[in-house]
């Protein structure tokens, strides 16, 4: 439970929006000749990290856009929030 | 050798002020080598130590535990017990356990306290009642008991649910598993403990995992807080922190974890004898020997590792839970805690090999896995003593999610994720 700062809202509850997993997950450009391996770790594999992740959030009870955020998932800390194309400003 | 816990046990150290009671487990500084080494001690991995040491005459062997044995979702999950799966290998799997808690306090000489008060699964609207009544046929054949009630057995099976049809979501029947019910969860990793240590397994508490060491394609060693321990057999019962280990050697899993909460109330007088589930609303209850409500929560839709959970999501639970019990609108809650779950896409979990010769994972339990502990270590500890899956678990392997096989249990995990 925290206050997100969404890029085109301002700060707003948590419970206003829903979390989109792992960010900066490439869709594959050819889907055809993806091996099952490929797809496995597509769909399914996910670093979980415990730590600063890049995640990816809609404010799905406000503008509705999508946007990153880089969040501590050891202490639920927010480091930034970015829009959707942008370069993450932190590595 | 440990005494026999017993009647005699009990008044005997009656007269010594119950000051002289035998230490249940050591506290061993860890060797410099064991043949296997257990990451985790929880419910999980206190049974794989067990079995390992009791099937396959593995003694050598250590859990280690970065907190205290139990410390983690063993000590914060609602205790419930069911084997209801849909699908064959889910059936085989938590049926499997359930077979052996029945027998479990005798097993371990321990009191787990395991109470068949029966689970019911309440459905909300008519796509709940075709779920669950196929749920039902399938469990029966595969033979785990399971009978369907209508709205008046409900009632009758437990008079205070709110069967009024005015209610938002009205109950509409629902299943019932009589063998299903609960236990205490610290005697369970207290008994596994005991037991385990008895037959000479090594559980070495407060020592955190800080590497594994590999030489090429298998392993060679943990690197711990107490330091280097050789080992060539690796089993990691790491629930929530699975991918934290798994990320020490490179390896994704398919996992996500998340807060799960529960919460419990002043302790009442009994008025609630069994254990009632609704995954539509998403509120479920029993009460503890103490005469606690016990309530479960749902998980927070985001990655964190915070065991603390969000207050909209006791609320919406605790919204449900008035709607379905109105006699509960005056309780008070008394305490709320979180618990981190490792969730799997598929809502199964993983118990396998790897492509890490010697390093075995058995995680992905996400909100369910307390019910499986007794199986769970049973068939990890065969997984790894023979380097290769039991028949009940081959299904449950990583491989999964590359071939495609998946075990959707979505329907029957009874906390929505």
């Given amino acids: ?91 | 050798m440990k005494n026999k816990y017993s009647i005699f046990s009990l008044i005997k150290n009656a007269f010594s002020y119950h000051e002289n009671w035998q230490r249940a487990w050591r506290d061993p500084e860890p060797k410099k080598e064991y043949d296997a080494i257990i990451i985790g001690g929880g419910g999980h991995g206190l049974a794989t130590a067990f079995y390992l040491a009791k099937k396959h005459n593995m003694t050598n062997i250590a859990v280690v535990e970065k907190g205290w044995i139990g410390g983690g979702n063993t000590g914060r999950n609602t205790t419930i017990i069911r084997s209801n799966y849909l699908w064959d290998a889910s059936a085989g799997l938590y049926d499997h356990a359930l077979k052996i808690w029945e027998g479990l306090s005798q097993e371990l000489n321990y009191n787990v306290m395991f109470s068949q008060r029966g689970v019911m699964n309440l459905a909300h609207n008519l796509q709940d009642v075709r779920d669950l009544k196929r749920r039902t046929h399938a469990n029966r054949l595969n033979g785990i008991d399971a009978v369907w009630l209508n709205t008046e057995e409900v009632k009758e099976f437990c008079p205070i649910i709110n069967t009024s049809p005015d209610i938002r979501y009205p109950v509409l029947g629902g299943t019932l598993q009589r063998r299903a019910g609960t236990a205490r969860h610290d005697a369970v990793a207290w008994g596994y403990a005991r037991g385990a240590d008895a037959m000479g397994v090594d559980i070495i508490q407060n020592c955190e995992v800080k590497g594994i060491k590999r030489n090429g394609d298998s392993v060679e060693g943990i690197e711990t807080t107490k330091g280097f321990i050789k080992t060539k057999k690796i089993g990691v019962v790491a629930a929530g922190h699975s991918s934290v280990i798994a990320n020490m050697v490179d390896l994704k899993l398919p996992l996500e974890s998340k807060p799960l909460q529960a919460l419990v109330s002043e302790p009442v007088k009994p008025i609630i004898d069994t254990v009632v589930m609704s995954n539509a609303v998403h509120a479920y209850v029993s009460q503890s020997d103490k005469g606690e409500l016990v309530i479960g929560a749902g998980t927070d839709a985001y990655v964190s590792y915070t065991q603390r959970g969000s207050h909209d999501v006791v609320e919406g639970t605790l919204k449900a839970i008035l709607e379905l019990y109105p006699i509960f609108s005056r309780m008070k809650m008394l305490r709320q805690w979180g618990g981190i779950v490792d969730i799997c896409p598929d809502a199964s979990p993983i118990i396998s090999k790897t492509h890490i010769k010697g390093l075995y994972f058995n995680c992905g339990w996400g909100t369910g896995g307390f019910k499986a502990t007794p199986g769970s270590g049973d068939l990890f500890a065969h997984t790894i003593a023979n380097d290769e899956p039991h028949k009940l678990n081959a299904d449950f392997n990583i491989n999964r999610f590359v071939s495609g096989d998946l075990v959707d249990e979505h329907g029957a995990a009874a906390v929505a994720h």
């Fill in chain 1, 1 to 91: 439970m925290f206050l997100i700062n969404c890029p085109y809202c301002g700060e707003r509850d948590q419970s206003e929006f829903s979390a989109g997993g792992e960010a900066h997950i490439l869709r594959p450009k050819q889907p055809t000749e993806l091996s099952d391996d490929q797809w496995a770790e597509y769909l399914f594999m996910r670093k979980n990290i415990k730590g600063v992740q890049f995640e990816r959030w809609n404010h799905a009870h406000g503008c509705r856009k999508w946007f990153n955020m880089i969040r501590d998932t050891s202490n639920d800390k927010i480091h930034a929030v970015y829009k959707m194309g942008e370069k993450p400003p932190l590595k």
